[in-house]
């Protein structure tokens, strides 16, 4: 029987929206697949989208200002190469 059930678990078709879930919250998905959990309060599902939206948002807008403190590394790094240069030469 166990084999059988791995046969069918090897067939088993991945549709996108199963995706999407598991690209979403990886725990979430696994929840709700494997254990077979289901959400009992659509008010805490709710409440759990949004702060994953919210965290999401969070998330990006470190990948900016961590991006945006490289740019103004370096450019705080070539304008004290150019100070430098700019020394040795008057």
């Known amino acids: 029987m166990a084999a ?3 046969a069918n678990e090897a ?4 549709r996108a929206s199963e995706v999407r879930a598991y690209a979403y919250c990886a725990h979430a998905w696994w929840l709700a697949t494997v254990q077979g959990v289901r959400p009992d309060d659509p008010g805490r599902l709710q409440a ?7 965290h999401g948002r969070r998330v990006a807008l470190g990948l900016v200002l961590t991006r945006l403190s490289y740019l103004l590394f370096v450019l705080a790094g070539l304008a004290g190469l ?5 020394g040795w030469a008057g």
């Open 48 to 54: 759990g989208w949004a702060a994953h939206e919210q």
């Open 82 to 86: 150019a100070w430098l240069i700019s």
């Open 11 to 14: 067939r088993r078709i991945i």
């Open 4 to 6: 059988n059930r791995s």
